[in-house]
């Protein structure tokens, strides 16, 4: 069963600091790696998403790599500014499966 | 393209009443999915559906859930005889082809359900 991690929980930051966040799954066998933004009592905004035969993708500030045979994914966010302040989220679709199997999220506050 | 669109926002029931939870897929999109989000715990996977046939309900509770998803009209996530531990955010998500492998994952914005 795919396990997906993301540490840490919660990370505060200044602003203009580069933000890291980590998520880690425990089965390498995936088809694509999705990152999400989640605010507070909204839905779900997709960032990224990397397949399996990708190593990274990026957009705008965002970069997100891939290293499938260590199952990890790392996001990374440029120059952050408080309204990057949100849950991120992380998600993978195992190979032989089609639903996404998501972390438990970080949540990101950047002061002003 | 107005993206998946679920309602209610927010849903108060008592217990033991019924719950009600619409999704509208976007546009072009046949493949529904449902997740739940409990406080503080991730996104879990209930039932993937497409246009009149429920694919994988693996997620879902064996009693009092239902979903569906008809030829005409929006999917819909029923609870029965709701309890405190159905309060949950419910989110719905959408693609264009089988699964979202290789596609992005769109979801709505969710429904709240709160029981009291």
């Known amino acids: 069963k795919q396990e997906v991690t993301q540490i840490p929980a919660a990370l505060s930051v200044p602003e203009g600091e580069n933000l890291v966040l980590n998520c880690s799954f425990t089965?390498?066998?995936?088809?694509?790696l999705q990152w999400f933004r989640q605010d507070p009592g909204k839905g779900l905004t997709s960032l990224l998403l990397?397949?399996?035969?990708?190593r990274e993708q990026t957009s705008g500030r965002l970069n997100a790599s891939l290293d499938k045979s260590s199952g990890r994914s790392t996001l990374y966010i440029a120059a952050s500014q408080p309204g990057d302040s949100a849950t991120y989220l992380c998600?993978?679709?195992?190979?032989?499966?089609?639903?996404?199997?998501f972390g438990a999220g970080t949540t990101v506050t950047v002061r002003a | 393209n107005a993206g998946v669109m679920q309602n209610p926002r927010h849903l108060v029931r008592r217990r033991g009443q019924e719950a009600r939870l619409r999704c509208s897929p976007m546009?072009?999109?046949?493949?529904v999915y449902w997740y739940r989000q409990l406080p503080e715990e991730g996104l879990k996977f209930m039932v993937y559906?497409?246009?009149?046939?429920?694919?994988?309900e693996s997620g879902m509770p064996k009693e009092r859930f239902s979903a569906e998803f008809p030829k005409e009209g929006p999917s819909i996530l029923r609870i029965q005889q709701v309890v405190r531990g159905d309060s949950a955010a419910y989110f719905c998500?959408?693609?264009?082809?089988?699964?979202?492998?290789?596609?992005?994952?769109?979801f709505g914005q969710g429904t709240r359900l709160t029981v009291v």
């Open positions: 990397i397949q399996s035969s990708q």
């Open positions: 089965d390498s066998a995936i088809y694509n």
């Open positions: 998600a993978v679709i195992p190979f032989n499966d089609y639903k996404l199997s």
């Open positions: 998500a959408s693609s264009e082809i089988q699964g979202t492998r290789n596609t992005e994952a769109f």
């Open positions: 546009k072009g999109h046949s493949h």
């Open positions: 559906l497409q246009k009149e046939n429920i694919i994988d």
